[in-house]
């Protein structure tokens, strides 16, 4: 069975870095072809997708915040981080880790997403 | 980036009745790397459909996409009430990956 799963700090501070963790089950980011993305949504609001890290270890970003984002695997724990800067109140979002795989690609929709989690940028 | 403009933005129907929502993207999308998602309050998106056309796993026939290069239909063929939701499209073809804006489908 395919499970991820988000953590992080509901609250954080205008101006801090974030960190966000999506531990995952059933599936390793050591295999061609699979690839995990971070997506996020504001209350009220569309999805964003935020960025993606691929078995290879190559990096996608979003346009947007491509200077504020970073993000790494560990396969040795099934963990992707994704590290957001300079927190600020637009970034108040639920946070979701997402699959793709295919078996030859990544360019294929997101399977299975985690149940995310809430993220409130507050002084 | 491409950027996806989602119509209507609310789509007011009555269960038993055909929906046709409209995803329309600002370049060509390559190959036929668009996908929809329904989302449901409180809850994460799931994947409809992928490749355009292709249902994803448990996804009842009554869910259809359509389309090609700029203009992609999804189409639920007899709204069910656990139809009403948000949908999304989403391309994944060209990086940055990039989602619309919704279509809400409501109870009229």
């Known amino acids: 069975q395919v499970t991820l799963r988000e953590s992080g700090p509901a609250l954080v501070k205008p101006t801090q870095t974030l960190t966000l963790t999506c531990t995952f089950s059933g599936f390793s980011l050591d295999t061609r072809a699979v690839c995990v993305s971070w997506i996020r949504q504001p209350p009220g609001k569309p999805l964003e997708w935020l960025a993606r890290?691929?078995?290879?270890?190559?990096?996608y970003y979003s346009s947007s915040l491509r200077t504020r984002l970073s993000i790494v695997k560990d396969t040795s724990k099934n963990q992707v981080v994704l590290k957001m800067t300079n927190m600020g109140p637009a970034d108040t979002a639920t946070y979701y880790c997402?699959?793709?795989?295919?078996?030859?690609?990544?360019?294929?929709?997101?399977?299975?997403w985690g149940q995310g989690t809430s993220v409130t940028v507050s002084s | 980036e491409i950027v996806l403009t989602q119509s209507p933005g609310t789509l007011s129907l009555s269960p038993g009745e055909r929906a046709t929502l409209s995803c329309r993207a600002s370049?060509?999308?390559?190959?036929?790397?668009l996908a929809w998602y329904q989302q449901k309050p409180g809850q994460a998106p799931r994947l409809l459909i992928y490749d355009v056309s292709n249902r994803a796993t448990d996804i009842p026939d009554r869910f259809s996409g359509s389309g090609s290069g700029t203009d992609f239909t999804l189409t639920i063929s007899r709204l069910e009430p656990e139809d009403f939701a948000i949908y999304y499209c989403?391309?994944?073809?060209?990086?940055?990956?990039?989602f619309g804006g919704g279509t809400k489908v409501e109870i009229k």
């Open positions: 989403q391309q994944y073809g060209t990086s940055p990956l990039t």
């Open positions: 890290v691929d078995w290879d270890d190559d990096k």
């Open positions: 370049q060509s999308v390559s190959s036929t790397y």
């Open positions: 997402a699959r793709q795989s295919s078996g030859t690609s990544c360019r294929v929709g997101m399977d299975v």
